[in-house]
């Protein structure tokens, strides 16, 4: 019998496959929700069993607008995974996040704003209010900065994610405004998928790779896609070397969490209540809650 996939990755910009997987197999999969970016490949990588979806699809072909999110999530959620990780680039917004620096965030800031459809998995007569004061799986964010740290990349651990919603890069202003915020980094996909890990009861962490300084940086390369895809290069490898050292690890280490029992509490709504329809559609997350 094979092992369950426990694990998943999704790549970023930059971030389309991982090399070194065996017994590979590509899935795909349709979703109440509609079609993931990409079929998922499945494998194993030193002993872990994974799934992995390119995030915008082979050939980078969806915009963070664009992405189906819901179907993202609900794929992996369907293959068993319990831990999702993220590889994604970011900008920085502070000095000592250099570009090449790896970063393990602890908190999101949300500002996108035409993504209203794909932010929850609940509604059609089906409440649930997740907590979400901690987005990220700390557990597992505990583990990728201890991997970073192991490769020899220069890592830091925690820190703000601001998601905006592109994909056009951020002006002048609203870089300098995002700093005055306290963010730390910016990016444009967490949002929703953190969200939807959360009430999917899938612990979600990244590994965020700085690629530039955004454009607040006055004497610093103005943030360019060419610029951004040369360093997502050179970053890629160290990327997928911490992935390399942290699976086994967790593997090992994450056996329950908060993070896999979100909805114990949140759902608001008389069971009796729930649409058929509804209740069909979300039975994979809550079916053993109705």
Request: hydrophobic share 40%.
């Amino acid at each position: 019998m094979t092992d369950a996939i426990r694990f998943g990755v999704i790549g970023g910009s930059g971030v389309y496959n991982i090399e070194d997987l065996q017994d590979v197999e590509e899935i795909e999969i349709n979703t109440p929700f509609g079609k993931p970016s990409d079929d998922y490949i499945t494998g194993t990588l030193d002993g872990v069993r994974v799934a992995f979806l390119p995030r915008h699809g082979r050939g980078h072909r969806v915009t963070p607008t664009e992405l189906n999110s819901r179907a993202n999530i609900y794929g992996f959620k369907s293959l068993g995974v319990q831990y999702l990780i993220s590889v994604t680039a970011v900008g920085s917004l502070r000095q000592d996040y250099a570009p090449l620096d790896i970063v393990i965030p602890d908190q999101l800031f949300d500002r996108t704003r035409n993504r209203e459809k794909a932010y929850t998995f609940f509604g059609d007569g089906l409440v649930a209010h997740v907590g979400f004061a901690d987005p990220f799986c700390l557990d597992m964010n505990a583990i990728l900065y201890d991997a970073a740290k192991q490769t020899g990349a220069r890592a830091h651990n925690g820190g703000t994610l601001v998601v905006i919603e592109g994909p056009m890069f951020s002006t002048k202003a609203e870089s300098r405004i995002n700093r005055q915020l306290g963010c730390d980094l910016v990016g444009m996909t967490a949002i929703p998928e953190a969200k939807l890990a959360r009430e999917a009861e899938i612990g979600y962490s990244a590994i965020a790779m700085v690629t530039d300084y955004d454009v607040w940086h006055e004497s610093h390369d103005t943030v360019t896609a060419e610029l951004v895809v040369q360093n997502l290069i050179k970053n890629a490898q160290v990327g997928k070397q911490i992935l390399r050292t942290a699976l086994p690890i967790a593997n090992a280490r994450l056996h329950d969490c908060a993070c896999l029992h979100a909805l114990e509490n949140a759902i608001v709504t008389n069971p009796a209540l729930v649409p058929n329809e509804t209740r069909a559609r979300l039975d994979l997350i809550v079916g053993k809650y109705l």
